[in-house]
């Protein structure tokens, strides 16, 4: 577990209203904010063939200190047989400079391994 400050920057289209300066009639690219950050990573083995990653990264800015950034990456990878792996990846995503609403991304992922050496 890790925590600090974090000069973060956001990109994409941000409402004139969110950036430093009010004055500008184009909609800015990036906006960049400074507050605390605390980020931990936790990782088991079941077993031999199966495994937990999880990563959660918690931002909140000092101009808004109430209001708390969140991204979480989730992995579970399991090996089925000697040469197929599969994994499942579940992304919560929150950040309200870009939407009011959560964010959730899953992957499913099915591999072929075999290693040449």
């Given at each position: 577990m890790a925590t600090g400050y974090e000069y973060p920057d956001t990109t994409g289209k941000i409402a004139v209203s969110d950036c430093f300066d009010p004055a500008t009639v184009k909609i800015e690219k990036v906006k960049v904010e400074l507050g605390g950050e605390l980020v931990a990573d936790y990782s088991r083995i079941f077993s031999e063939n199966l495994q937990l990653n999880s990563k959660p990264e918690l931002f909140?800015?000092?101009?808004?200190?109430?209001?708390?950034?969140?991204?979480?990456?989730?992995?579970?990878?399991?090996?089925?047989?000697?040469?197929?792996?599969?994994?499942?990846?579940?992304?919560?995503?929150?950040?309200?400079?870009?939407?009011?609403?959560?964010q959730m991304k899953q992957t499913l992922a099915l591999g072929i391994a075999y290693v040449f050496i």
């Open positions: 909140s800015s000092l101009q808004a200190i109430d209001q708390t950034d969140i991204n979480r990456d989730t992995r579970l990878t399991a090996k089925v047989s000697k040469y197929i792996n599969t994994s499942f990846n579940l992304r919560i995503f929150y950040d309200s400079d870009i939407s009011a609403r959560r």
